[in-house]
C-alpha cells in the first residue's frame, strides 16, 4: 500500500522515482532468507527521488534522509550505486565539518623546494605535539629546578644560599646514566614507529583486498547481481566495523550506514559483539549463494572463484587481526616502567649538575633538556596504538571512504560496460 501510494503521490510533486523493477520475495529478513531459485530477489528498493541530499549531523554524525522521515518499513534502500554515492557525499559533509576537531595532521614536504614553510611549521608549531603525555613529570623537573635556581643564588639569599656541590665531583659518574637512558628512549621510539607502520600496511591491505573482491565479484558473478551487491555491501561495511572495534566504539549503525544496509542487516551490525566477524559472514554467505546459483559457468570456473574470494576474505581477517594486536599488546610494562624511572631520576639530578655551569640559566636549559627527553616517550606513547582520534593517529574515516568510492567506481563501470555489451 505504501509504494502503491508513493507511485501515485510522487508523480504530482514533481519527483522521479528509483525501482528496482521486481516485486519483493515473501520471505525472512534478508539476514536470514534463502534462496528459493537463482533469480529470486532478496530485497525491495525504497521510491525515493534520486540524488536525494543526505547529510551527517555535526554532533551525531547520523545519516538521514533529507525527504522528512525515515523509510516506514525496514530494508528498503537505494540501488548500491546510488546508495553509496549519497553516502559519500554525506560523510564528506561530515568530515568537513569534523576535521577541525580531530582531523590528522600529515607533513608531506614538496621535492625539489627549499620546504622554507614546512621547517616554520613543524619547528614552531604546537599542533599535534604530544604534550599532554609529559605535563606531569616535566612539571616537577621544572619546579624542583627553579627551587634549586632560588635557594643556591648567593644574590638573593646571601650567606643562607645553599652550597651546591662541584661540577667536575658529579658530572663524572652522572654522564655514564645518559648511555643506558638514551638506549631505552631509541628501542621506545623505534619499535612505536614500528607498531605505526605495520598499522598502516594492514590498513593497506584492506583496501588493496577490497578492491580485488569487488572486482572479482563484478566480473565473475553478473549472474547474480543480488549476490553482487551483497559482497560490496559487506565489503563497504567492513572498515566502518573494524573501526569501530578498535576505537571500542559503537554507533548507532543504522545512522551511519542506513543507505547502505536495511535496517535489520544494521541492527544485526549493531548487536554483533565484533562487527568485523559479521561483515565476514556475511560475504562468505554472498559467495556460496553466487557460486550455487552459477549456471552459466562450468564447475571448475566457479569453484575456482569462490577459492579466490575465499582466500580474499581470510587476507581480510589477517589484516584486522594484525591491527587488532598491535592496539591490544602494548609494550611490556616492565620495560615502560624501567625507562620511566630512570628517566625522571636522570631529569631529577639535572639541575644539581647544571647549576655550577649555568647559575640562574639552570630552569631554562633544565627544561629544554626535560622537554627533548619527555618528548620522545610522549610520542612513542601516541603512536604506538595509533587507532583513535589523535591528531597522529591513522585516518581510519578516510580509509573507510576510500573503499566506498573504489566499490562505487567498480560498480559504475560494471553498469557502463553492461550497458555498452546490450
Not at 528509483?18 to 528498493?45: I, L, Y
Not at 599532554?132 to 632560588?150: D, G, K, M, R, S
Not at 601516541?382 to 576510500?402: A, K, W
Request: net charge neutral; glycine share 6%.
Amino acid at each position: 500500500l505504501a509504494m502503491a501510494s508513493a507511485q501515485a503521490v510522487l508523480p504530482f510533486c514533481g519527483l522521479p522515482m528509483v525501482w528496482s523493477g521486481r516485486p519483493r520475495a515473501k520471505s525472512a529478513s534478508p539476514m536470514t532468507s534463502g534462496r528459493s531459485s537463482p533469480k529470486a530477489p532478496r530485497r525491495e528498493q525504497v521510491p525515493l527521488p534520486r540524488g536525494s541530499p543526505t547529510c551527517f549531523g555535526a554532533a551525531s554524525g547520523s545519516l538521514r534522509a533529507a525527504v522528512g522521515e525515515e523509510p516506514a518499513q525496514p530494508g528498503r534502500e537505494l540501488p548500491l550505486a546510488d546508495a553509496l554515492d549519497a553516502y559519500l557525499k554525506a560523510r564528506a559533509e561530515y568530515s568537513a565539518s569534523a576535521r577541525g576537531h580531530h582531523g590528522i595532521i600529515q607533513f608531506k614536504p614538496e621535492p625539489g623546494s627549499l620546504d622554507f614553510g614546512g621547517w616554520l611549521h613543524t619547528v614552531f608549531s604546537f599542533e599535534g605535539r604530544a604534550i599532554l603525555h609529559i605535563v606531569p613529570p616535566l612539571t616537577v623537573v621544572l619546579l624542583e629546578a627553579l627551587v634549586i635556581a632560588f635557594l643556591a643564588d648567593p644574590a638573593l639569599l646571601g650567606d643562607s644560599a645553599l652550597d651546591m656541590p662541584n661540577a667536575k665531583e658529579v658530572t663524572a659518574g652522572y654522564q655514564m646514566l645518559v648511555v643506558p637512558v638514551s638506549f631505552l628512549l631509541v628501542f621506545r621510539l623505534n619499535r612505536a614507529a614500528v607498531r605505526f607502520y605495520d598499522a598502516r600496511a594492514s590498513a593497506g591491505k584492506l583496501i588493496e583486498i577490497s578492491r580485488v573482491m569487488v572486482s572479482e565479484a563484478a566480473s565473475y558473478w553478473r549472474h547474480d547481481p543480488e549476490a553482487r551487491d551483497d559482497l560490496c555491501r559487506w565489503v563497504v561495511a567492513f572498515p566502518v566495523a573494524t573501526r569501530n572495534y578498535l576505537r571500542a566504539d559503537a554507533p548507532d549503525a543504522y545512522q551511519e550506514m542506513g543507505v547502505v544496509l536495511s535496517r535489520a542487516e544494521a541492527a544485526a551490525l549493531q548487536k554483533a559483539q565484533m562487527q568485523p566477524l559479521l561483515c565476514l559472514d556475511r560475504m562468505r554467505k554472498a559467495t556460496l549463494a553466487a557460486t550455487r546459483s552459477n549456471r552459466e559457468d562450468p564447475p571448475e570456473t566457479s569453484s575456482c572463484v569462490m577459492r579466490s574470494v575465499e582466500a580474499n576474505i581470510g587476507i581480510l581477517t589477517g589484516a584486522m587481526g594484525a591491527m587488532e594486536r598491535i592496539n591490544t599488546t602494548p609494550l611490556p610494562f616492565a620495560y615502560v616502567a624501567h625507562l620511566r624511572t630512570f628517566l625522571v631520576l636522570y631529569l631529577l639530578g639535572l639541575p644539581i649538575v647544571l647549576h655550577c655551569s649555568w647559575g640562574c640559566a639552570t630552569p631554562v636549559v633544565t627544561f629544554l633538556i626535560a622537554f627533548a627527553m619527555l618528548g620522545i616517550e610522549g610520542a612513542s606513547v601516541t603512536c604506538e596504538r595509533p587507532f583513535g582520534l589523535n591528531r597522529n593517529h591513522l585516518p581510519l574515516d578516510y580509509f573507510c571512504q576510500v573503499v566506498a568510492k573504489n566499490v562505487l567506481q567498480i560498480l559504475r563501470q560494471t553498469e557502463e560496460a553492461e550497458f555498452v555489451n546490450s
